[in-house]
C-alpha cells in the first residue's frame, strides 16, 4: 500500500506547478534549495512533492528516507510508468512528500538514450492531475537526458548560484540550454530566478559576485540571499530541513524569505502563462 495514501486526498487533484532546480555544477546548493524550498512552501501552505532526480539521493536522505528499503523510486517512475502517488513518500514535514531516488538512476543516462520518447518520460509522469499544488525537482549536476527531461516537464527553473570566483562560468551553458529547450520542447518554460547560496557577508568575493550576477541578471535575481550557515549542512545528517531542524537560524530565515518571494513571482508567471493560452 502507498505511504502516502491515508493523507492525500485524492479527489482534490490539479495539474501541479513544476518548479526544477537545476545547475550543471556540482555543490552550488542545489540539493540544500530544493529541499529547503520544498519544506518552506508546504509550512506557507501548498502541497509539495520533491522529486529526487539525483542518483546519489541527498534529497531523499536528507528528508530522512531510507533508501534501501525502497520497493519504488523515481528510476522506476522514469523507466517503468510506476504510479507517482504510490512511489511518492511522506516525510516528516506536513504536506511534503518526496519521490525518492535510487541509485539505479546512475545508469540512466545509457538507458534513456534506447528509449522512446526518451526526453518526455517526466513530463508524461508528472504534468497529470495531482493531490499537489507543486513539485520541485532536484536535479542531478549535468545538463544530462534526466536534466533535459526535467526541464522539458517545468514551468520554470530556479538556478541556485554558489557566491564564489567561477560562479559564472557554467551559466552561459545552462543559460543556452534553457533557451535550446524553448525553442524545440517547451516553449513555456522560464527562468523563474537566480539564488545567490553560501554567502558570505564577511567575504569581499561574496559582494562582487552578487553585484556581477545582479548586472548580469538584474531582476531574476531574487532579493533573498542564502547565507553560509552551518545549520544548513548540519540537518541533512539528523534527515530534517534545516527549517524543522533549526527554524530560526539564518539560513532557514533565508529560505522562507526565498519561498514568499517564489510565491509572489509565481502569481505574476502565472498571469502571464494564462494570457498566453488565452491568445
Ligand atoms: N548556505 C549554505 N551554508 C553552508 N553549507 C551549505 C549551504 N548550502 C549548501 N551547503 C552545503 O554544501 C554542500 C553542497 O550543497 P548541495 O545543496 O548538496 O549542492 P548540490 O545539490 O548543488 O550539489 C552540502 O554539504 C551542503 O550541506
Ligand atoms: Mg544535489
Do not use: W
Not at 212 to 219: I, L, M, S, T, Y
Request: charged share 25%.
Amino acid at each position: 500500500m502507498s505511504q502516502t495514501s491515508d493523507r492525500l486526498d485524492t479527489n482534490d487533484m490539479r495539474i501541479p506547478r513544476i518548479l526544477s532546480v537545476a545547475n550543471q555544477k556540482g555543490g552550488v546548493g542545489k540539493t540544500t534549495t530544493s529541499v529547503n524550498l520544498a519544506t518552506a512552501l508546504s509550512a506557507i501552505g501548498q502541497k509539495v512533492l520533491l522529486v529526487d532526480l539525483d542518483p546519489q539521493g541527498n534529497a531523499s536522505t536528507g528528508l530522512g528516507i531510507r533508501r534501501a528499503g525502497l520497493r519504488s523510486s523515481t528510476y522506476d517512475v522514469v523507466f517503468d510508468d510506476a504510479d507517482v502517488i504510490e512511489t511518492a513518500q511522506t516525510t516528516r514535514v506536513p504536506n511534503l512528500d518526496v519521490l525518492p531516488s535510487s541509485i539505479h538512476l546512475s545508469g540512466a543516462e545509457v538507458e534513456l538514450v534506447n528509449l522512446e520518447r526518451r526526453e518526455f518520460r517526466l513530463i508524461e509522469a508528472l504534468r497529470v492531475p495531482m493531490p499537489y499544488d507543486y513539485i520541485i525537482i532536484d536535479c542531478p549536476p549535468s545538463l544530462s537526458l534526466l536534466t533535459l527531461n526535467a526541464l522539458i516537464a517545468s514551468d520554470a527553473v530556479i538556478v541556485p548560484l554558489q557566491c564564489e570566483f567561477y560562479a559564472l562560468e557554467g551559466l552561459s551553458h545552462l543559460v543556452k540550454t534553457i533557451e535550446r529547450v524553448q525553442k524545440n520542447f517547451n516553449d513555456g518554460l522560464e527562468i523563474h530566478g537566480v539564488v545567490l547560496t553560501m554567502f558570505d557577508r564577511r567575504n569581499r568575493l561574496s559582494s562582487q559576485v552578487e553585484d556581477d550576477v545582479r548586472a548580469h541578471f538584474g531582476e531574476r535575481v531574487y532579493q533573498s540571499v542564502i547565507p553560509r550557515n552551518v545549520r544548513l549542512s548540519e540537518a541533512p545528517s539528523h534527515g530534517l530541513p534545516a527549517i524543522i531542524y533549526d527554524m530560526q537560524c539564518p539560513g532557514a530565515r533565508a529560505y522562507i524569505a526565498l519561498a514568499r518571494e517564489v510565491l509572489k513571482r509565481e502569481k505574476e508567471l502565472i498571469g502571464k502563462a494564462q494570457l498566453k493560452e488565452s491568445l
